[in-house]
């Protein structure tokens, strides 16, 4: 098998240290050793590898992606060397002859035939991105468990005012629960703090609000009230602070959110995920199967086996899910007319798969070529093929008992 490179390194990185293997040419023709050294984790440590490396003039170093504990060792030799990570799934080594300093030389080996692929790594401004809107997801979600676990307490309580108001966190609910803390308890006096149109429904507040609240009670929500609080105050923190790390790439989001369903909080999320730079996946299925939107292929024998979807960014494929939701619900939009079309041949999780795939097919043309979206429209596929639309119409029609004949319009 031919060497891609002659000066090779393979690392395996645990929490507190590496094993480095350096493969160079040893004395004869063709002969190749292989030292495995022991490196720490800290900066200073990784700061000596890298000066130890140029030294070998190395041409690549491999790294697998281990948890998190690869990035100090990536973002401190990215600078001065060439280095590639890569899925510890694509660099397993031989069952029964697995250790850190064996996994290091296979990773070398491999390397120095040029067999493994790298993974996406953004530069540093989209990791900067990607940490924020990470951190704005997750504080999301856990703004939303809070929310819930208000809402079970609250029910345990008697109170059922999420069973008459939309939302706990609303400007009529949150009076109603704080007046509740301070310690008013006539369900008559606490369904007055309704606000307009929320003030037609001060009967069924009434009736909602009268429970069995004391002191623990109210000692109860209002923490969950502060931790809700708290939640709020980190997204609004992250969005002020993405909208200033957003700023060179705010053409890109400008031309995303012209997709129906694309809001500028998921721009922000596949602007971070992706880069936006489409260079780096050289077609829309390259994107798409990254993400983790299209069809598995695992066949064998002629037999396939499955097509589920692989595993991929979780992140923009919550964004996707979505986006996808929203354009569905959308009237008299391409997006939507698909969605309708392949739900109904292959049910609505498929569908809706289908149409995150569509959109990031149209993100990866529109970040290619600079351009914004054009809905093809409703009528797409009347117009693409008007002959099989009304042949299915005729085909519904007989199938309903009718006779039908067809006149052109004007005729």
């Known amino acids: 098998m031919d060497i891609v490179h002659e000066r090779a390194v393979g690392m395996d990185i645990s929490k507190r240290d590496a094993k480095v293997c350096v493969r160079v040419p040893g004395g004869q023709r063709g002969r190749f050793t292989s030292t495995v050294t022991t490196w720490g984790s800290t900066t200073n440590q990784i700061l000596q590898l890298r000066s130890f490396l140029e030294e070998q003039q190395v041409t690549t170093v491999v790294m697998e992606a281990t948890s998190d504990y690869w990035k100090p060792f990536y973002y401190l030799l990215e600078s001065s060397l060439p280095v590639m990570l890569v899925n ?216 396939i086996k499955s097509t589920r979807t692989r595993p991929g960014n979780n992140y923009l494929k919550a964004a996707l899910g979505t986006t996808a939701l929203t354009a569905a619900r959308l009237k008299e939009t391409f997006l939507s007319q698909k969605y309708r079309r392949i739900a109904a041949r292959r049910g609505p999780k498929k569908a809706l798969v289908a149409i995150e795939h569509v959109i990031l097919t149209a993100v990866w043309n529109m970040l290619t070529n600079g351009e914004v979206y054009a809905d093809p429209g409703a009528d797409y596929y009347l117009k693409r093929d008007p002959e099989q639309a009304r042949s299915r119409a005729v085909r519904q029609l007989k199938t309903l008992g009718y006779d039908v004949s067809l006149t052109p319009a004007g005729a």
């Open 88 to 303: 510890a799934k694509a660099a397993r080594n031989i069952p029964g002859r697995k250790t850190d300093v064996s996994d290091a030389s296979w990773l070398a080996q491999l390397a120095a035939h040029g067999l493994l692929r790298a993974s996406f790594v953004p530069p540093e401004p989209i990791r900067e991105l990607r940490d924020l809107t990470r951190a704005r997801a997750i504080a999301v979600q856990d703004r939303t468990r809070e929310i819930h676990r208000l809402e079970k307490f609250l029910e345990g309580s008697g109170i059922k005012l999420s069973s008459v108001v939309s939302s706990l966190t609303g400007v009529s609910s949150r009076a109603m629960l704080e007046a509740l803390v301070g310690g008013e308890r006539d369900p008559e006096v606490l369904a007055q703090y309704a606000q307009k149109s929320m003030r037609s429904k001060i009967p069924e507040l009434v009736e909602a609000l009268t429970g069995r609240f004391g002191e623990h009670q109210a000692f109860m929500v209002r923490v969950h009230l502060d931790q809700i609080d708290h939640h709020t105050n980190a997204i609004t923190a992250y969005t002020g602070r993405i909208e200033m790390a957003i700023e060179p790439f705010r053409a890109a989001r400008e031309a995303l959110i012209t997709i129906p369903g694309v809001s500028s909080l998921v721009a922000d999320v596949i602007i971070a995920e992706t880069g936006a730079d489409m260079s780096i996946f050289p077609t829309s299925a390259h994107l798409a199967s990254w993400a983790g939107v299209c069809p598995g292929s695992n066949e064998s024998a002629g037999h």
